[in-house]
């Protein structure tokens, strides 16, 4: 059914951390690797070592320069993107077949991989480019927020989270119920005033970022500089004296 | 977003047969026998036509069934019910005039509503697009209906109405054009919001997420020829309503109307080429596009 839940029994999302980050790409393999050995289609590679390798990813990292307003050096922060489980998803309402759906329980967005015509009309919905239609399989793939681990209880329980949140090397990404005010990720949010990508759009993500904290500003100041004899700006002495030679000739 | 040759001949073609189905639906010209034969075989293959080449599109056309069950919430599945329902009442309302020469007027009306339905539901899912600024605009109900009504009018060889239609729809696309344009340059969505580093300063797309292309980036973010845009609008006002025009104001001759229809059939694909690789898609943002 493709009308979408008005309540969700719980929230589950990510909370991404620009500030954390590094952009090593971890979380893009760990993804790739538990989704095409898991739950669904493959997540198929096509002409891999060829000139125009394409393949499907429910994870993606950008990197995105920012030059301040202020002046100063540009800052880079690298910017993983997945889909957002947004409460409002525009990706669900449009599909035809009801292949796409939202999980009451958990608000879980996904695709019934059996019903999907391949139409690409979500992937279209979607501002985030959170769907990706599979070059080989033909449906479309997205990420689950790991459904097969999360409540996989042949799982030790420090495994029982997304691929990406537990490979993330700098603990950049984590992993809770975003309805639960007292939880560690809504805690965050709060924290680190989390925002959302693209507001404007009317999606109602569920997934947050934490911004940048601002950067450290080191003052212009020495702790010895005023035990040393300040450094002469004019020419002294024999340089002072040819310095104006010099100067008078040419 | 790629223009798709599939979904360009999908909109074009169905446009057109549908906008014949609803003339003949309203009795434009009211025909009878062989004629009537004829008439309806063209507005069903077009329209027929452009459903099948539109199921080329899809990564698995045998379940396109399954996109009747959605109608509640999604405009493709009302697009499927409209078409569905407008081939099968049109379908009844040609047999009856074919073979028993009676024309049950209300059956027509109906047809000619639910085919101009099928049109209004085909814009929707554009339209309902907020991520692609220039479709989330009045304009594609309007001219798809506009197209399918004009195109139906010359299919149907009305010509004297179709002169003045043809005209305006002219004047209609050049301002949906221009005010298209406005839409796209004052849409709120840009990179700073995307990422929401725009309060430190100018956001620039760093690097990819890779070095090739993937989905996304083919489905939605097209480039190509984008530059062609100005000199295809001209020749698509051009071959969709000025050559029409001229050629249906010399003395009618059934030469003159075909040439007429063939060349505001190629304007119209020129004009759904543009609707398509005109239409910039906010997740190209995320590429730096």
């Known amino acids: 059914m493709t009308l979408l839940p008005t309540h969700t029994e719980k929230t ?29 289609a493959p997540l198929a590679d096509v002409d891999a070592y060829g000139a125009e390798p394409v393949g499907s990813f429910l994870n993606r990292i950008h990197s995105y320069e920012v030059q301040p307003e202020t002046g100063g050096p540009a800052q880079l922060f690298h910017f993983p993107k997945s889909c957002l489980h947004c409460a409002d998803a525009p990706c669900v309402t449009v599909c035809p077949t009801g292949a ?45 927020l790991c459904v097969d681990r999360i409540y996989n209880e042949n799982l030790p329980e420090e495994d029982r989270q997304p691929a990406c949140v537990r490979t993330c090397p700098a603990g950049a990404r984590h992993f809770g119920d975003l309805s639960d005010p007292e939880s560690d ?43 040393l004899e300040p450094v002469a700006e004019e020419p002294q002495g024999f340089l002072g004296w040819l310095d104006k030679t010099l100067e008078r000739i040419g | 977003m790629h223009p798709a040759p599939s979904i360009i001949m999908f909109s074009a073609l169905s446009g057109l047969g549908f906008g014949l189905l609803t003339m003949l639906g309203l009795g434009f010209p009211e025909v009878s026998g062989w004629v009537a034969f004829i008439f309806f075989a063209i507005g ?42 407008a081939m099968a009442v049109m379908g009844i309302y040609a047999a009856l005039i074919i073979f028993t020469g009676t024309r049950v007027a209300i059956l027509g009306w109906i047809g000619a509503a639910l085919s101009l339905l099928t049109v209004f539901t085909t814009s929707m899912i554009y339209t309902q697009l907020k991520t692609v600024p220039r479709w989330n605009h009045w304009s594609p109900p309007v001219l798809f209906m506009s197209y399918a009504i004009v195109g139906g009018l010359l299919m149907a060889g009305q010509v004297s109405v179709a002169v003045p239609f043809l005209v305006a729809l002219g004047v209609l ?74 050629l249906l104001l010399l003395p009618f001759h059934h030469l003159l109307a075909l ?7 190629a304007g119209v694909a020129a004009q759904r ?9 906010v997740v190209s943002l995320y590429y730096g596009r």
């Open chain 2, 173 to 246: 696309q050049v301002f949906a054009w221009v005010d298209q344009d406005r839409k796209e340059a004052a849409s709120d969505t840009t990179l700073a919001t995307a990422t929401g580093l725009g309060h430190i300063g100018t956001v620039k797309a760093f690097e990819s997420p890779h070095t090739g292309g993937n989905y996304l980036t083919h489905e939605m973010a097209f480039r190509i020829a984008r530059k062609h845009a100005q000199t295809l609008k001209i020749i698509s006002v051009i071959l969709a309503v000025v050559i029409p025009v001229a």
């Open chain 1, 12 to 40: 589950l999302g990510l909370v991404i951390d620009l500030d954390t980050c590094v952009g090593c790409h971890a979380c893009v393999t760990a993804c790739k690797g538990w989704n095409t050995e898991n739950y669904g």
């Open chain 2, 44 to 85: 069903f293959a077009l329209a027929g036509g452009g459903l099948i080449s539109a199921t080329f599109h899809l990564g698995h056309p045998e379940r396109a069934l399954k996109s009747f069950t959605q109608w509640r919430s999604s405009w493709l599945s009302r697009e499927a019910w409209a078409a569905a329902g």
């Open chain 1, 100 to 144: 796409s759906y939202k999980r009451v329980e958990d608000g879980i967005v996904l695709v019934n991989e059996s019903d999907c015509i391949g139409c690409g009309l979500c992937a279209w919905a979607c501002p985030y480019g959170a769907r990706e239609l599979d070059p080989s399989e033909k449906v479309m793939k997205k990420c689950t």
């Open chain 2, 259 to 265: 040439l007429a229809v063939v060349s505001h059939f």
């Open chain 2, 273 to 281: 080429w543009l609707f398509f690789a005109e239409a910039k898609h």
């Open chain 1, 185 to 227: 990720v809504s805690k965050l949010v709060a924290e680190r005033g989390g925002f959302d990508l693209m507001p404007e759009q009317g999606t109602a993500p569920v997934n947050k970022y934490l911004p940048p904290r601002p950067k450290d500003e080191v003052p212009e100041f020495d702790i010895l500089a005023p035990y």
